[in-house]
């Protein structure tokens, strides 16, 4: 298995920033945007970027965290059952903007389940979607991000391993995997 790096932790965090000064120019004082991170990756991005944002705009934004495992497509194809993580949205979305965040954008399969299951808690009134890594020419479904950290090309071999800090890695870094 060979490992290279795709963005360390100095990289990550202008990449972070970076995103965060898109999403400020977007959604101005966020008085009608929310935030949610996927389960169970996404949330750990979600938080990074909600605390960065929470700094520079000086204001309290919503966050929650999303699960859609039981609105997978492949959910019960699977040998062993996924496990799902907590939902937790305390607040509404009705007509509100939506930042679904996530970590790696693959096939986009994922998406399309949080978009499902996004709707259990009201009809929003737009919804973007911000990934750390997308892996271009890997999609089954014709869904893209609207903020983007870095575009990888993959092979559907490869692997994109996100080590953050909040997720007990000494340091923050993005990693391509070939698995020989």
Known sequence: MQKKIVLDSQLLDITLNRLCQQLIEAHHDFSETVILGLQPRGIFLAELIHAKLKTLVKKQIPLGYLDATFHRDDF??????????????????????????????????????????????????KVELLVLVDRTSTRDLPISADYVGKHVDTLESQKILVELVAQGHKQNKIWLINKD
């Not at 059952?81 to 965040?101: D, Q």
């Not at 996530?102 to 808690?121: E, K, P």
């Open 76 to 125: 019960r194809r699977r040998d062993v059952p996924a496990k799902a993580s907590e939902t937790r949205i305390p607040f509404a979305i009705e007509n509100k903007n939506v930042v679904l965040i996530d970590d790696v954008l693959f096939t986009g399969r994922t998406v399309r389940a949080a978009l499902d299951a996004m709707i259990a808690f009201g009809r929003p009134a």
